[in-house]
């Protein structure tokens, strides 16, 4: 109540409980990729979602860019530990890019090129939760963050926002991605710290 310690006067907390436990706050910008950068040009840049029931649907970079795109500024947190706040991206919720996708299953594995995967309940890309970006701080995606598009789904680790994404395949059940199979946590929210299996 009203007492400034000398030094700290007036000075906000930097991170004004956007920070979650075990994280640090960092400016830079790290590149995690567990294998080599991939470099996809737009002209055979694809996606697809497959549905459980074997529907697939396909957007090519033209279809993607004809989509309403929003510009959403979040804070990101690596299992790592390094959080970055506000970031600025832009792309296509994927509230509008499965809006005419059938669907009744629960899970979801994103798949990228080069091989990378990782699992997401699909509520957890719904209701403005989850994009596919293609920009970063208003400049084109650079293919080291997953250029030409990522997903981003920054409520969860970012080890979920895969680079490079080239498909969502829709699933009954949960299965294990990448990381998931060689010990993260299935869902990894870093407000409950669910870095590992166990956690
Ligand atoms: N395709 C692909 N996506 C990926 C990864 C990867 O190795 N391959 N690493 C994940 C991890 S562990 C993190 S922390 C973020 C890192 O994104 P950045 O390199 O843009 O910081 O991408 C995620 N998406
Ligand atoms: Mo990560």
């Known amino acids: 109540m009203g007492i400034i310690s000398p030094g700290f006067g007036g000075r906000r907390r930097a991170d004004d409980g956007r920070l979650p436990p075990g994280q640090y706050l960092t400016e830079d910008f790290p590149v995690l990729t567990a294998g080599p950068t991939e470099f996809v040009g737009t002209d055979r840049w694809e996606l697809s979602v497959v549905t459980e029931t074997g529907t697939e649907h396909r957007w090519s970079w033209a279809d993607l860019m004809a989509l309403p795109a929003e510009t959403p500024t979040v804070d990101i947190h690596c299992v790592t530990k390094w959080t970055k706040l506000d970031t600025t991206w832009t792309g296509v919720s994927l509230d509008v890019l499965l809006e005419d996708v059938e669907t009744a299953a629960d899970y979801v594995m994103a798949e990228c090129y080069g091989g ?84």
Do not use: C
């Open 116 to 199: 990378y995967t990782t699992n997401l309940p699909l509520d957890d890309l719904l209701d403005g939760k989850a994009w596919i970006v293609h920009k970063f701080g208003g400049e084109d995606l650079p293919a080291r963050h997953g250029g030409p598009a990522r997903l981003l789904v920054p409520h969860l680790y970012f080890w979920k926002s895969a680079k490079w994404l080239r498909g969502l395949r829709m699933m009954d059940q949960d299965e294990p991605g990448f990381w998931e199979t060689a010990g993260y946590h299935t869902y990894g929210d870093p407000w409950r710290e669910q870095r590992y299996w166990g956690d």
